[in-house]
């Protein structure tokens, strides 16, 4: 069975110019999720969707970030206009209630870089 | 705010050592999960632990939950190069509608 799968894997932009990843969750999993790592720190949830609803936005920085999830299964995160603080890893997850508890699967991440 | 607190931040050790990674907070978690990352890659699951006091083994790896459900350790036993990697802890709170919160990660280095 694929995995999470995410695109693009690296992005270099300059800053003030606007960038979006893909991620396609496994296949039967009703819960996506948008985390940004930083260098040498642990992932911190952007948005959760539960199917094509997000339910928790509360970390999303919405005055440049945005992102949907259309039919419940695919999803992007947007950023406009990308600022050099935004340089990250970009990960997205899903996971299947019911399959344990919150057993979360991660795709390989989109590292983004601006400068 | 839920916080988990991972120590230590680094880990340089030599093959065949032994190491503990910590991870603390002063609230009270419904489960807590450690994974693995490695360069390049997303996180790994490697267990989740739902019980106070629960112990998990898992080949040379030993995972506990506290009592109290507010920390959790993993003790390595005999490292391996392959060990390397990041190492995060986290947990799901109560009333938290499942927000899986991250620790900061331990950085560990196994040298040959």
């Known amino acids: 069975e694929a995995g999470v799968v995410q695109s693009p894997r690296y992005k270099i932009i300059e800053k003030k110019q606007p960038v979006a990843f893909w991620c396609n969750p496994i296949s039967g999993h009703n819960t996506l999720y948008w985390y940004r790592q930083n260098l040498g720190q642990g992932p911190e949830l952007l948005i959760r969707y539960e199917n094509e609803e997000a339910v928790d936005d509360s970390q999303l920085p919405k005055d440049r970030f945005s992102a949907e999830r259309l039919k419940g299964v695919d999803s992007t995160l947007k950023i406009q206009p990308a600022e050099l603080g935004d340089s990250a890893v970009y990960l997205c997850?899903?996971?299947?209630?019911?399959?344990?508890?919150?057993?979360?699967?991660f795709g390989e991440g989109s590292w983004l870089t601006v400068v | 705010t839920q916080l988990l607190e991972q120590s230590p931040q680094f880990l340089s050790i030599q093959e065949g050592e032994n190491l503990t990674v910590y991870c603390n907070s002063s609230s009270v978690f419904s489960s807590l999960q450690w994974y693995r990352q490695e360069p390049g890659e997303g996180p790994v699951l490697l267990v989740t632990?739902?019980?106070?006091?629960e112990v998990k083994k898992l080949k040379r790896l030993t995972f506990q939950f506290g009592d109290a459900r507010k920390d959790s350790s993993l003790h390595i036993t005999a490292a391996q190069t392959g060990d390397t990697g990041l190492y995060l802890c986290a947990g799901v709170g109560y009333n938290q509608g499942g927000k899986l919160i991250f620790g900061q990660g331990t950085e560990l280095s196994v040298k040959p």
């Open positions: 632990v739902v019980t106070g006091g």
């Open positions: 997850a899903s996971s299947k209630p019911g399959q344990g508890r919150n057993t979360i699967y």
